[in-house]
């Protein structure tokens, strides 16, 4: 299957242009209209590359790009814009896209760049996969079995730890507060205070292993609560 490349850009004239032109040059070509479609349409992991206007509606391209990489996106980002200032380059790629073309442009030079990048991301992900790979796996959780491997060893998990996991799974990568897991995991009837759920979430990372230096799986939001990450392999609800 063709290369998938994503295209923000709001004038519709050069979008339709250089869509037309990257799909008959086999590409798979998606199209963003503004600075928020952007971001969105840029989590999409299977993107080989993003074509980046700066000067957008709703969101500008310099503040797509920082958000995508802040956000662990490692897809080439090509800025093509019309500001063509040293300082607006060294801005963007600054920000982290891997290179910058100016308007107006030639359609050829651009055919190469995207190339030169496409190679260059493939390689990163290769590098990255072979990565999570080597890694072991030493943690599993396993809450339909209601237990846990721990660097191999078989650790069982009481019911309410598991209903609190449970939840975690549910909203994982979102910021839980307190008073939530208070309602939704314990319930209204419980006399429970946050406190106790402070309690609990330490035994867990005890049992997790995850209990030293900077948790792993469940980080403390100061003033909040938690936000989960989910151990990268051999986990299932
Ligand atoms: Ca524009």
């Known amino acids: 299957m063709g290369k998938k490349i994503l295209i923000v ?3 519709e004239g050069l979008r339709i242009t250089m869509g037309d032109r990257l799909a008959s ?3 798979h070509v998606i199209e963003a209209k503004t600075g928020t479609q952007g971001i969105e349409y840029g989590h999409n992991e299977t993107i080989d590359l993003i074509i980046l206007d ?3 509606p709703e969101v500008d391209g310099f503040t797509v790009c920082k958000k995508l990489r802040e956000d662990g996106i490692l897809t080439p980002i090509i800025i093509l814009s ?3 200032l040293l300082e607006d380059k060294v801005t ?4 982290g896209a891997d290179d910058y073309i100016t308007k107006p442009f030639e359609m050829a030079e651009l055919l190469a760049r995207i190339e030169v990048q496409i190679r260059r991301g493939e390689a990163i992900k290769a590098v990255h996969s072979r990565q999570q790979d080597d890694e ?3 943690l599993t ?3 339909r079995r209601g237990y846990m491997e721990v660097h191999g060893q078989e650790v069982p998990l009481l019911a309410q730890e598991i209903k609190l996991l449970d939840y975690m799974y549910l909203h994982e990568g979102e910021v839980i507060s307190r008073d939530t897991l208070l309602d939704e995991v314990w319930g209204y009837e419980e006399k429970v205070s946050t406190r106790t759920i402070d309690v609990h979430v330490a035994r867990l990372r005890q049992k997790m292993d995850d209990a030293k230096g900077v948790p792993r799986y469940i980080q403390t939001v100061r003033g909040i609560g938690y936000k989960f990450t989910s151990p990268r392999s051999g986990s299932s609800r």
């Open 136 to 138: 072991p796996a030493d």
């Open 92 to 95: 963007g790629l600054k920000t």
């Open 9 to 11: 850009e709001d004038e």
């Open 25 to 27: 040059e086999g590409y």
């Open 82 to 84: 019309a500001k063509s």
């Open 141 to 143: 959780i396993n809450l």
């Open 54 to 56: 700066i000067m957008l």
